[in-house]
């Protein structure tokens, strides 16, 4: 047998070969608010800007996007960020008495 080590050099010094880390980004999630027939507009248009700090503009357009297609998508996020932002918004619906739905599904 011989005395061979590979990770040694000839010189009797330890090789070390540097590799770069392998680092990739965080999946992310859309936060999307479910349409039903009871919530007001306003408070829809509360929680976009309050929560997703939305101009008063961008809110009544995702709003109006919830009330016509069924759904609308407040932002994208990390999935922490938006398991607390879907988390906070379901309460503060339920707070106030209105059914309004919030969910998140991977992007």
């Not at 590799?19 to 248009?45: C, E, Q, S, W």
């Not at 996007?65 to 398991?83: I, L, N």
Request: glycine share 4%; with cysteine.
């Amino acid at each position: 047998m011989t005395d061979f080590d590979p990770l040694k050099d000839s010189d009797g010094e330890i090789a070390v070969q540097h590799a770069k880390p392998r680092l990739k980004r965080p999946p992310l999630f859309k936060v999307i608010l479910l349409n039903d027939d009871f919530t007001p507009m306003d408070f829809v248009v509360e929680i976009l800007t309050h929560f997703f700090n939305m101009s008063q503009e961008r809110a009544t357009q995702v709003m109006l996007q919830v009330h016509t297609q069924g759904v609308g998508v407040c932002g994208t996020y990390t999935k922490d960020v938006a398991e607390t932002k879907v988390h906070i918004v379901n309460e503060y619906s339920r707070e106030h008495h209105h059914p309004l739905m919030c969910t998140m599904e991977e992007a």
